[in-house]
């Protein structure tokens, strides 16, 4: 189905194993690019902020409220990724910039900065900044010196947006999940039992198959009866156009079961996929990222000794059609809803 080619890019995107933005890099970018990525005049003596993020609609509204609030403390030089962009451009712009931090957007970037300090093990590296990526605790654990903000909201904050919108009950939600998430999963758990929620997981191989992931989603929906089913932001579960029809709409469409997804592009009225994306608010995102620079420079960047944290703040997207004629819509749901897409 074609409707579901630019949700998926988005999605891949935004979980960044792909990257996107064109073949912008920081020493070659369109003008295009250059004019959306200006960067406040210089500052002699101002320590460097070094940014690097793909340039896309998200990341752009975060970079915006994030150099807003840090441009008075640090020159900001911003270093655009593509998905030709190597470690080596990285590395050079770091050492021409020579800065105090990195913020690193996506996980395709995170991945280079990787290769940078694993092509050169005992090499000093900046302190980084993780953000707009899936699961940044797993990519923190693969870096010297990084902490960073999740893109993750907790499945607990999702289930209670639903209850808060839907008439039918949410008491039994229902996850798919790979082996590296497991711990993740078992947090999850015991967030949702505050709630009263029971979370039901069904762990599938790390190449699990279209079928062999059919087969786990039909097991929640038919034999376990979850009131919902919450996808992952996982590109192992969610890889491209054809393999999300085979496999989530296949499975899900006939159950006319509310389905929870991380990135608001995969609610689209008429689709028949996601029902209800709880993600973090990008203009809130970017001045969190500003405070947790602030909070690191002010601890002479000892970031090893600060956790990964959470997002402060949320929006909520809504499929009201599809919550019309499936679930039953409160009465008061509206008040509950950021984006109303019917």
């Known amino acids: 189905m074609k409707w579901l080619v630019p949700a998926l890019s988005a999605l891949l995107f935004c979980l960044a194993d792909c990257a996107t933005g064109g073949s912008e890099t920081g020493t070659g970018a369109s003008p295009q690019a ?6 406040p005049p210089a500052r002699t003596g101002a320590p460097t902020l070094l940014i690097a993020m793909p340039i896309s609609p998200s990341f752009v509204e975060v970079r915006k409220s994030l150099v807003s609030e840090v441009q ?7 270093f655009a990724v593509g998905p030709e962009t190597t470690a080596a451009e990285l590395a050079a712009v770091m050492q021409a ?27 000093q ?33 999702a289930f209670v947006h639903l209850r808060s919108v839907i008439a039918t009950p949410v008491n039994r939600v229902g996850v798919i999940y790979r082996p590296p998430f497991r711990a993740f999963i078992q947090r999850q758990t015991s967030l949702a039992a505050k709630e009263h929620v029971e979370l039901i997981s069904v762990s599938v191989p790390n190449d ?3 079928a062999g992931l059919r087969e786990a989603l039909h097991s929640l929906a038919r034999k376990s009866k979850v ?5 992952l932001n ?17 499975e ?3 159950a006319k079961m509310p389905l929870i997804v991380g990135v608001p592009n995969l609610v689209a009225p008429g689709s028949s996929l996601g029902t209800l994306a709880v993600v973090p608010d990008h203009e809130a995102l970017g001045l969190q990222a500003a405070n947790l620079v602030f909070d690191l420079s002010d601890n002479d960047w000892r970031v090893d000794a600060h956790p990964v944290e959470l997002p402060l703040s949320v929006k909520t997207v809504v499929d009201i059609k599809q919550v019309r004629s499936n679930f039953g819509l409160r009465p008061d749901a509206l008040k509950h809803i950021d984006k109303a897409l019917e």
């Open 234 to 250: 996982d590109n192992g579960l969610v890889r491209d156009a054809e393999f999300v029809d085979d496999t989530w709409r296949t």
């Open 97 to 123: 910039t020579n800065p105090v931090c990195v913020v690193l957007m996506n996980n395709a970037t995170i991945n280079l900065y990787y290769q940078v300090q694993t092509s050169n093990p005992t090499a």
């Open 252 to 254: 899900l469409s006939d």
């Open 34 to 39: 250059a004019a959306v990525l200006v960067d």
């Open 125 to 157: 590296t900046p302190p980084a900044v993780l953000l707009m990526a899936s699961f940044v605790e797993q990519a923190q654990a693969r870096l010297r010196r990084a902490t960073g903000i999740a893109y993750e909201v907790p499945g607990v904050t």
């Open 227 to 231: 009131d919902a089913v919450w996808m």
């Open 208 to 210: 699990v198959t279209a």
């Open 72 to 78: 008075k403390n640090f020159n900001i030089h911003t």
